[in-house]
Nanobody, 128 residues
């Protein structure tokens, strides 16, 4: 059974950095599509970014425009963990952040409805 556990959330000031971790068990992250999403209070869950293996055996990342250039997703195959490095945080980044896994790698869009497994989320609060 696949399990995902996020950690690293907390309260920070605007402009600070924070790194979230997503530890996976039950399936290698290197052979899955891993996604990060977030959900602010009263809003729908939002795609942040994804990391997945390409057909040429590299790892490709993709990001939402709202975080591009500020957030970076990396993976550690030995630890079976993916990370979300967040920098230049803004108050509007305040949300519960979720890690998700899709068993199919593929090249199509990564959407919340298409993910197979979810973590329970970790709260990030950014104050001005």
């Amino acid at each position: 059974q696949v399990q995902l556990v996020e950690s690293g959330g907390g309260s920070v000031q605007a402009g600070d950095s924070l790194r979230l971790s997503c530890a996976a068990s039950g399936r290698p992250v290197s052979s899955s599509t891993m996604g990060w999403f977030r959900q602010a209070a009263g809003k729908e869950r939002e795609f942040i970014g994804t990391i997945r293996r390409s057909r040429w055996n590299y790892f490709n990342t993709d990001y939402a425009d709202s975080v591009k250039g500020r957030f970076t997703i990396t993976g550690d195959n030995d630890k079976n963990t993916v990370y979300l490095q967040m920098s230049a945080l803004k108050p509007e980044d305040t949300a519960v952040y979720y890690c998700a896994l899709r068993e199919v790698v593929g090249t199509g869009p990564v959407t919340a409805s298409g993910m197979d497994y979810w973590g329970k989320g970790t709260l990030v609060t950014v104050s001005s």
